[in-house]
């Protein structure tokens, strides 16, 4: 069984600049949570999608969107990027939600300039 | 009410010790408190996870022990090996709420 996918590895952007990462879940799940890692703050929740909906959301500015597609696919945005920014982006795939198993991916590391 | 407090921060054990951290928790809502493993440049991995049903759950080499009056929960690995080295984060949810991470631990376990 495929596991949780995120692409791309890394990102080097320019402040200012928008981003667009994804993952792809493991089959058979419908929730997927975001969550952003820094040495400071340790692992901080973005927002959560269940089935196409934002079921939870984390306190960050509006700047931090997200969706989810019908195949569970989820894609996370970034707009006015800062240079607090700079982070592991994770995302985690579940059948339900937090309190099921959480996978998480392998993360993309961006990187703002 | 939201937090989970991890402690200590970094750990360094010699192979074949036993490792332990702590997690409290305030909320007694949480129902769900997970650990996970994180190797440099890799996400976080599922290590093992206990609902307050249990004082314990063993898994090969790791332990949760829960305590639900004290509102703790510790990770105990037996016999630590270098491949254990990692950073190590206790979480707690309720219901399909959010995953409220610790602040993680660093363990080395050394020869």
């Known amino acids: 069984k495929a596991g949780v996918t995120q692409t791309p590895r890394y990102l080097i952007k320019t402040r200012g600049q928008q981003v667009t990462l994804s993952c792809s879940p493991i089959?058979?799940?419908?929730?997927v949570s975001w969550y952003q890692q820094t040495p400071g703050q340790g692992l901080q929740f973005l927002f959560e999608?269940?089935?196409?909906?934002?079921?939870n959301k984390g306190n960050f500015p509006g700047r931090f969107s997200g969706r989810q597609f019908s195949n569970s696919r989820s894609e996370m945005n970034v707009s006015t990027l800062e240079l607090g920014d700079s982070a592991l982006y994770l995302c985690?795939?579940?059948?339900?939600?937090?309190?099921?198993?959480?996978?998480f991916g392998q993360g993309t590391r961006l990187t703002v300039v | 009410q939201q937090q989970v407090k991890q402690s200590p921060q970094s750990l360094i054990v010699q192979k074949g010790g036993i490792s332990i951290i702590n997690c409290a928790y305030e909320n007694t809502a949480f129902d769900y408190f997970p650990w996970y493993q994180q190797f440099p440049g890799k996400g976080p991995a599922l290590l093992i996870a206990?609902?307050?049903?249990?004082s314990e759950k063993k898994e090969g080499r790791f332990t949760i022990s829960f305590n639900k009056s004290a509102k703790q929960f510790s990770l105990h690995i037996m016999d630590s090996q270098p491949g254990d080295s990692a950073t190590y984060f206790c979480a707690a949810s309720k219901d399909t709420d959010k995953l409220i991470f610790g602040t993680g631990t660093r363990l080395q376990v050394f020869p």
């Open positions: 985690a795939s579940s059948l339900y939600g937090a309190n099921t198993e959480a996978f």
């Open positions: 206990i609902r307050p049903d249990v």
């Open positions: 999608y269940f089935s196409e909906t934002q079921r």
């Open positions: 089959s058979g799940h419908r929730s």
